[in-house]
């Protein structure tokens, strides 16, 4: 089974603040996704990877960055975080070839 | 612009009923589409796929019918269960490309 691990479920943070969410997978999977799920807006794809640092912007880049570093890890970072980044954020991965997204269990993020 | 819609926030489904979720796109590029449930506080499990060279696919009780011409799917949930009350996602894709997620349909199964 593919396993995505999320390092913070639940984070509370204050305006201004850096944040730093990190996802790993295990199943050596080519692309790597960052998603934020809001009520009534479904999910957004933030930025996503296709390989070692490499990095596509997605639909709300907009306050984001990323960072790939190793395969297995994908990291998202709010450089000053504010209160219209308070979401649930979700990592996903797949394999590249045509197929479902594995997603993490998701981090919930309140920014005050 | 949202290319893929869950018109209906929500849904309530007695017990052992039939309980239908729909999805409309616009993007006609679009090739690939899933369904996921997710439970507050997790993240969203894989449910079913289908490709644009199907029209059907099932799975238990999982059913998803797609209808190219209307760019239109729906996940058909027979006999539906309390557990399945869940938030559902459409999502569609062009092959080799990036996923778009409706804003789901909240499921309601009542016992």
């Known amino acids: 089974d593919v396993k995505v691990t999320q390092s913070s479920r639940y984070l509370v943070k204050r305006t201004g603040e850096k944040v730093f969410l990190e996802c790993v997978q295990d199943m050596d999977h080519e692309n790597m996704f960052w998603y934020r799920q809001d009520p009534g807006l479904g999910l957004r794809l933030i930025y996503f990877s296709y390989d070692v640092k490499m990095k596509e912007k997605g639909d709300i880049p907009e306050g984001y960055s990323v960072s790939r570093e190793k395969k297995e890890r994908f990291s998202l970072i709010l450089e000053s975080a504010s209160t219209n980044q308070t979401s649930m954020y979700l990592c996903?991965?797949?394999?590249?070839?045509?197929?479902?997204?594995?997603f993490g269990e998701g981090s919930r993020l309140t920014v005050l | 612009d949202q290319q893929v819609k869950q018109n209906s926030p929500s849904l309530s489904v007695q017990e052992g009923r039939i309980s239908i979720l729909n999805c409309d796109y616009t993007?006609?590029?679009?090739?690939?589409f899933l369904w996921y449930k997710k439970y507050p506080a997790e993240g969203p499990t894989f449910l079913i796929s289908i490709s644009s060279i199907k029209d059907k696919n099932e799975d238990g009780r999982f059913t998803v019918f797609l209808n190219k011409s209307a760019k239109h799917l729906s996940l058909h949930i027979v006999p539906s269960q309390p557990g399945d009350s869940a938030v559902y996602f459409c999502a569609a894709s062009a092959i080799g490309n990036q996923f778009y997620f409706g804003t789901g349909t909240s499921l309601t199964v009542i016992p």
């Open positions: 996903a991965t797949d394999t590249g070839g045509g197929g479902e997204l594995f």
């Open positions: 993007n006609s590029m679009f090739d690939y």
